[in-house]
């Protein structure tokens, strides 16, 4: 069973939005966190936001703050990130991951186990 399923990617002008979900295996239901990262073409994986299941504590990447807002659904093991006013360079490959281990570093992609295939985000000017 695929642990971790993104859907909600597309093509949108800037200024627009869009909103990702993560739908969530019981199995990484029992993460302790959840977060979202993205990868351009030629650039690393980067933070953009995090979000902890049971506290629903929030953490995200600089470029991001006022824009985007991680959510989550507990009883749809479902984590959302809607982006608003989005930019052409937030075009990227978004994923979704789960962090089991309840570590503390959320912005760092190597403190999660578990990720899921990407979905596009393309935004044109």
């Known amino acids: 069973q695929v642990p971790l399923v993104e859907s909600g990617g597309g093509l949108v002008q800037a200024g627009g939005s869009l909103r990702l979900s993560c739908a969530a295996s019981?199995?990484?239901?029992?993460?302790?966190?959840m977060g979202w990262f993205h990868q351009a073409p030629g650039k690393e994986r980067e933070f953009v936001a995090a979000?902890?299941?049971?506290?629903?504590?929030?953490y995200y990447a600089d470029s991001v703050k006022g824009r985007f807002t991680i959510s989550r659904d507990n009883a749809k093991n479902t984590v959302y990130l809607q982006m608003n006013s989005l930019k052409p360079e937030d075009t990227a490959v978004y994923y979704c991951a789960a962090e089991v281990y309840g570590s503390r570093n959320l912005g760092d992609e190597r403190t999660y186990t578990y990720w899921g295939q990407g979905t596009q985000v393309t935004v044109s000017s």
């Open positions: 019981r199995r990484t239901f029992s993460s302790y966190a």
């Open positions: 979000i902890v299941w049971s506290s629903g504590s929030t």
